[in-house]
C-alpha cells in the first residue's frame, strides 16, 4: 500500500453521486495505510451514503453543515480547511466541480475549497454526457488552471446504461493518485514528449488511410510521466480521449503534421513514440471520390516519414528515446531489430493480433540492449505507471 499517507492527514468531501459509496472503500484503504481520514459529507452525498457508516470507517467525526453551532463556534470550516495535508473530493460530481471552480461558498464543502491553500485532488465521477460537456471541460481547465488536481475519469459503462468517460477510477488509482501528492516527483525539471493514436492521411475530403490506434496507452503514459514531475508534450492524433491532468496537448491529424509538431517540440529530455503512424500517404483528390462501376481509381501511395527514427537519429536527440512495436509475428524479432535501426535506446513491444486496440490492457515487452523483459498482461494505466518509473530511474541524476 502506498506508504506516502502514513501519518498524513486527509479531509476527504464525499460528493452526491452514485459513486459515493466507492468512497467508503477508498476511507478503509487510507486508514489501512496510516492517514487520518476527516469525513465530510455534502448534503447530497448523504443520500448515497450515511455518516454513521462513514464516521465509524474513518473513526472520526463526520461534518456536514456550515451552520453546526459547536463547530462553527471557533470558525471551525476555516481550521478545518487548513489541518489537512490534502483535501481530496471524491465523487467530484459535475455540480461541485462546477461551484468549485466558479469559487461559490454556499455549503460546506465548497467553503472549505475556498477557504484552503491546502492540496486539493478531485476524482471526479459522472454521466459521459455531462463529463463530456463544454460547460465541463471549462470547469476542469479553470480547476486545473486554479492549481487543483483533477483526475482522469475511468471509461466503461456507467449506472445509467450508458458508456464512455466518468466513471470514478479504481481505488488503487485513487491511493496511488493521493500518495503521489506526498511523494517525490523524479522527473520534476525534464520534458517529456509523448505521441499517441493513428494518423489519417486523406484520400479524398471523406476517406482516409488510417488504424484501430486508441491512443490509450500513450495518454496514460502522458498522464504517468506528469504524475512523476516532468512537463510533457502529447502530440496526439484524432483520439477522443481526456487531456491528462498537468499535459499539454497537440492535437494533429497527418504523420506530416505530427512530424511537425514533434520538431517543434524539441529540445526535450524524454521522448516516447507510441503513436502508430500510418505509413503511406497518397495525393487526396479534391472532391469524393465516386464509383461508376468500373474499376477502382488508382491511388499513388507515398511513404511517410519516420518519426520514431527521425527523433533517434535528430541533432536535438532527447537523450532517452522509447518506441513501440505494434507487431503481428515475430513479435520480438522484429523488436530487436526496430531498435537499432531507428536509433531508439527502448522498445515496448506487443502483439497486436489478440484484440489489444481500444482494450483497456495489454501485455508488453521491453527490449533494450540488455535483452527482454517480459511485464506480462496488465492494465494498460498499470503499464504506464511501470514506464515512467524506469524511465525516472534513468534521471535519477540532477537536472
Do not use: Y
Amino acid at each position: 500500500m502506498p506508504g506516502g499517507v502514513n501519518g498524513k492527514t486527509i479531509l476527504l468531501i464525499v460528493g452526491g453521486g452514485i459513486a459515493a459509496f466507492k468512497a467508503l472503500e477508498l476511507v478503509r484503504e487510507l486508514r489501512r495505510a496510516g492517514a487520518r481520514v476527516l469525513p465530510v459529507l455534502t448534503e447530497n452525498g448523504a443520500r448515497f451514503v450515511t455518516p454513521l457508516s462513514l464516521s465509524a470507517l474513518a473513526g472520526d467525526k463526520v461534518r456536514t453543515s456550515l451552520w453546526d453551532l459547536e463547530d462553527e463556534a471557533a470558525m471551525g470550516h476555516i481550521q478545518l480547511s487548513r489541518a489537512a495535508d490534502l483535501i481530496v473530493v471524491c465523487p467530484a460530481t459535475a455540480d461541485l466541480m462546477a461551484r468549485a471552480a466558479a469559487g461559490q461558498a454556499n455549503d460546506l464543502a465548497t467553503t472549505l475549497l475556498l477557504a484552503t491553500d491546502t492540496p486539493v485532488l478531485m476524482v471526479p465521477a459522472m454521466n459521459v454526457r455531462m463529463w463530456l460537456h463544454p460547460a465541463t471541460q471549462r470547469n476542469l481547465a479553470t480547476l486545473r488552471g486554479d492549481g487543483v488536481t483533477v483526475m482522469t475519469p475511468d471509461e466503461g459503462e456507467m449506472a445509467c446504461g450508458e458508456f464512455g468517460p466518468g466513471r470514478l477510477p479504481d481505488v488503487p488509482a485513487i491511493m496511488a493518485a493521493i500518495a503521489a501528492q506526498f511523494g517525490d516527483k523524479p522527473l520534476t525539471g525534464r520534458h517529456a514528449l509523448v505521441t499517441a493514436g493513428p494518423t489519417f492521411e486523406p484520400i479524398d475530403p471523406v476517406r482516409f488511410i488510417g488504424n484501430h490506434s486508441s491512443g490509450k496507452q500513450s495518454f496514460a503514459i502522458a498522464g504517468a510521466l506528469a504524475a512523476a514531475g516532468a512537463r510533457v508534450t502529447l502530440v496526439a492524433g484524432p483520439v477522443h480521449l481526456p487531456t491528462p491532468a498537468g499535459v499539454i496537448r497537440i492535437d494533429v491529424m497527418t504523420a506530416l503534421q505530427m512530424q511537425a509538431a514533434c520538431e517543434a517540440a524539441l529540445p526535450a529530455d524524454i521522448a516516447v513514440m507510441v503513436a502508430a503512424v500510418a505509413d503511406w500517404r497518397a495525393e487526396a483528390a479534391a472532391q469524393k471520390l465516386k464509383k461508376d462501376g468500373s474499376a477502382p481509381p488508382p491511388l499513388a501511395l507515398t511513404e511517410n516519414p519516420d518519426i520514431l527514427a527521425g527523433i533517434g537519429h535528430h541533432a536535438r536527440r532527447p537523450t532517452l528515446v522509447v518506441g513501440f512495436a505494434a507487431e503481428t509475428n515475430d513479435m520480438l524479432a522484429h523488436a530487436a531489430a526496430k531498435r537499432v535501426k531507428k536509433g531508439a535506446d527502448w522498445i515496448v513491444a506487443n502483439n497486436v493480433s489478440d484484440g489489444v486496440f481500444g482494450s483497456d490492457a495489454n501485455h508488453v515487452h521491453l527490449v533494450t540492449a540488455s535483452g527482454v523483459e517480459d511485464w506480462g498482461a496488465q492494465p494498460k494505466a498499470d503499464i504506464a505507471t511501470t514506464l515512467a518509473a524506469r524511465i525516472a530511474a534513468q534521471f535519477s541524476g540532477p537536472t
